[in-house]
C-alpha cells in the first residue's frame, strides 16, 4: 500500500507539473499569435545573435547562413521578413553563366546568385564563424547559389555589424573562389537585398534634384508584378507603416534602387508572406577572384528620425573622383575589359573590339561645381581621338552632349584635361558620365587609365 501511495502522490506532481508546463505553452502561443511571431523567435539567444545598445536590437540568424534577421527598438517587434530564405537582410550578388547549372522550376534561366540565407530548397549557407562581442557582431559563412539545389555558393561571405543610436552599420565583403574565369561583364547587384515585414508597407524616397535640402519625399509604387526602380538622389530609401515608422537603407554612392510591396498592406509579421522590398543596386563586374566590400546602414524611427541619420551618414558631395588603384571604382565597359582582379594602380582597358566604351556608375552632382576633368591616362594604340559623355537627369548618354580631345599614342602617361563646360548643354544637375578611349579598336591595343576625376592629380 505504501509503494501504490508512493507512485500516486509521484503521479499527482507530475500532473500538476504538466498542467502548469501546459499554461506556460500556452500563454507563450497566445502572445507570439499577438505579435506575429512564431514561439520560437521569441527565443532570440537561441535562433538569433544579437547586440543591442538599448535603443535598437539586431541580430543574425544562426539558422540560416546568418543573415540578418531581427530588428527592433523598445517599442516595435522585429521588423524584418524572414519568410523564406530568400527574404531577411542579406548580401545577394549575380554573374553569368545564365542560366548556371539547373535552376529550380520556379526559377527558370537564373544566373550565378549566392545569396547568404540559403536556397529556394530550403537549404542554409553555412556559418564558419560567428563572433559576438556585445558590440560587433561578425560572420563569416559559405553562401548557397539561389536557384540551386544545395550547392555552394563559390565564395565566402563576411559581415561586421555596429551599433549607434537607432542606427546599424553594416559592412560586408564577398571573397570569390570561382573556378569558372570567364569574364561574364557587369550585372546589377543587390547591395544589399532587403526584406521587411508586412505592417512596412508605404515605401518613400527623395527623387528631386535638390538633395538634402529636406525637400519632400515621393511614395514609390510598383506595379504589382515587377518591382519599380527609381532614382534615389540623396541615396536612401525607406518603408515605414502607417504612422510613419519603420527601417531605412542608405548606402552612399547608390543612386539607383529597386523596392515595392507584395501582399496585403498593414499586416504581417516576420514569418508572414506579406512584405516589403528595397535594394540600392549597382552595377559590377566580379571577377572570378575578387574581393568586393561594401558599406550600409540601417535606420529604424520616424521618417524625419531616419533621414536626419540619413544626413549624418551620407556624403552631401559625391564630386567625380574615380582613382582607379585598387579596384574600378564601380565603372563597367561596353565592348571592351581590362585584365581582372587584382588591379593595381590603373585599369590596363583592352581596345580590340569596335567602338570600346567605359562607362561610370550613375552618379549625381551640379555642373557648375565641376567645369572640368581630368584624365589620366597612357595609350598603347594608333592616334585618334578620344570622347567624354556627359548626361543629366532623365537622359541617355547622346552625341551632342559629349566633347572630343587628341590623344597621345606613346605609351606614356599624360593627364588630358576635358572642360566640360564648353558644352552648353552642361548644366544643372549631372547623373554621370562615359569615357570612349578611341572609336575603334584593334587587337594589341590597349590604354592605361589610372583616373578620372574633377581634381588634377599627379
Known amino acids: 500500500m505504501n509503494s501504490i501511495d508512493s507512485v500516486c502522490r509521484w503521479l499527482s506532481r507530475l500532473q500538476a507539473q504538466l498542467g502548469i508546463w501546459l499554461v506556460a505553452l500556452m500563454v507563450v502561443a497566445f502572445v ?3 505579435s506575429g511571431e512564431p514561439p520560437f523567435f521569441q527565443d532570440r539567444d537561441r535562433r538569433f545573435s544579437t547586440i543591442s545598445n538599448g535603443t535598437i536590437e539586431i541580430g543574425v540568424d544562426r539558422q540560416s547562413g546568418g543573415a540578418i534577421g531581427y530588428i ?27 542560366p548556371f547549372g539547373k535552376s529550380s522550376p520556379h526559377w527558370p534561366n537564373w544566373p550565378w546568385n549566392p545569396i547568404t540565407a540559403g536556397d529556394d530548397y530550403g537549404h542554409s549557407g553555412e556559418i564558419l564563424k560567428l563572433e559576438n562581442d556585445g558590440k560587433t557582431l561578425y560572420v563569416k559563412s559559405v553562401p548557397k547559389q539561389w536557384a540551386l539545389n544545395d550547392a555552394p555558393g563559390e565564395c565566402i561571405f563576411e559581415t561586421w555589424i555596429t551599433l549607434d543610436g537607432n542606427t546599424a552599420t553594416v559592412r560586408q565583403r564577398l571573397t570569390n573562389k570561382r573556378p569558372d574565369k570567364t569574364d561574364y561583364g557587369p550585372f546589377p547587384q543587390e547591395l544589399p537585398a532587403l526584406y521587411t515585414a508586412g505592417k512596412l508597407c508605404h515605401l518613400f524616397t527623395y527623387t528631386g534634384n535638390a538633395p538634402f535640402t529636406g525637400q519632400p519625399l515621393t511614395e514609390i509604387h510598383d506595379d504589382g508584378r515587377n518591382w519599380a526602380y527609381f532614382n534615389a538622389t540623396e541615396c536612401w530609401a525607406e518603408l515605414v507603416d ?8 542608405c548606402h552612399p554612392g547608390i543612386y539607383t534602387f529597386a523596392g515595392g510591396f507584395r501582399g496585403r498592406p498593414n499586416s504581417g509579421g516576420p514569418f508572414d508572406n506579406s512584405t516589403g522590398y528595397i535594394a540600392p543596386v549597382g552595377r559590377e563586374i566580379l571577377d572570378y577572384n575578387i574581393v568586393y566590400e561594401y558599406r550600409y546602414y540601417l535606420v529604424v524611427g520616424k521618417t524625419d528620425q531616419i533621414r536626419d541619420c540619413v544626413y549624418n551618414h551620407c556624403e552631401r ?38 567602338d570600346p566604351i567605359m562607362v561610370g556608375p550613375e552618379a549625381f552632382w551640379q555642373a557648375a561645381d565641376v567645369p572640368r576633368i581630368f584624365i589620366k591616362a597612357a595609350y598603347h594604340c594608333k592616334a585618334a581621338k578620344a570622347e567624354v559623355f556627359f548626361k543629366r537627369p532623365g537622359e541617355t548618354f547622346a552625341q551632342d552632349r559629349s566633347l572630343r580631345f587628341d590623344m597621345v599614342p606613346d605609351g606614356q602617361f599624360h593627364i588630358y584635361p576635358v572642360d566640360l563646360s564648353s558644352n552648353p548643354k552642361y548644366t544643372g544637375a549631372i547623373t554621370g558620365i562615359r569615357f570612349d578611349p578611341i572609336p575603334d579598336g584593334s587587337p594589341g591595343e590597349y590604354v592605361e587609365v589610372a583616373y578620372i576625376s574633377y581634381r588634377r592629380y599627379p
Open 72 to 98: 527592433a527598438d523598445r517599442q516595435h517587434g522585429n521588423i524584418v521578413n524572414c519568410h523564406d530564405k530568400g527574404r531577411y537582410i542579406q548580401q545577394s550578388y549575380y554573374s553569368g553563366p545564365k
Open 242 to 249: 502607417s504612422d510613419g515608422w519603420g527601417l531605412g537603407v
Open 32 to 34: 507570439a499569435r499577438a
Open 317 to 354: 558631395s559625391n564630386l567625380p573622383d574615380y582613382r582607379f588603384l585598387e579596384d574600378r571604382q564601380h565603372w563597367t565597359y561596353e565592348n571592351a575589359g581590362d585584365d581582372g582582379f587584382p588591379i593595381m594602380g590603373a585599369l590596363k582597358v583592352h581596345l580590340d573590339k569596335n
